[in-house]
């Protein structure tokens, strides 16, 4: 079963900055409050922060346990493959596509789809007040 564990709460959204829900293929839609893990056990090295870790139900294991790191910073949302076995790919509006290296950090504009094994997920932004 899919879960949504919560494991630090240091990060903080700036005041009338961008407030992004990650719409998930898998039905969820998911407040991004701080830097995310997703993946089918993600945890965090070392001593990152991590405010939220998202597992995903994934029997064909297409998905690494942990595949994907998200965060929003001063510039914009972002994405970080966290040298996953099947990658991941960030699918522009105009549908160019950007594979992310692994480590790599891939700016996600509105419009895009990031795609990950057998999931993906597509950023809702919202103006905060």
């Known amino acids: 079963m899919s879960e949504l564990r919560s494991s630090a709460t240091r990060a ?3 005041a009338g900055g961008p407030h ?5 293929s898998d039905g969820r839609s998911l407040p991004l409050r701080g830097m995310t893990l997703l993946g089918r056990h ?3 090295t070392g001593d990152e922060i991590i405010t ?16 994907l ?3 929003m910073d001063a510039r914009s ?11 991941t790919i960030v699918t522009l509006g105009d549908g160019q596509q950007i594979l992310c290296a692994p480590g790599q950090t891939i700016r996600v504009p509105p419009g895009a789809t990031v795609s990950f094994g057998d999931f993906s997920f597509i950023p809702d932004f919202h103006q905060n007040g």
Request: net charge positive; no cysteine.
């Open 42 to 44: 993600p945890q965090p």
């Open 20 to 24: 992004v829900v990650l719409r998930l």
């Open 12 to 14: 903080v959204r700036p």
């Open 52 to 67: 939220d870790l998202i597992a995903l139900d994934d029997p064909r294991r297409t998905v690494s346990k942990t595949h």
């Open 77 to 87: 949302l972002f994405v970080q493959d966290r040298h996953s076995t099947n990658g």
């Open 69 to 71: 790191l998200v965060g």
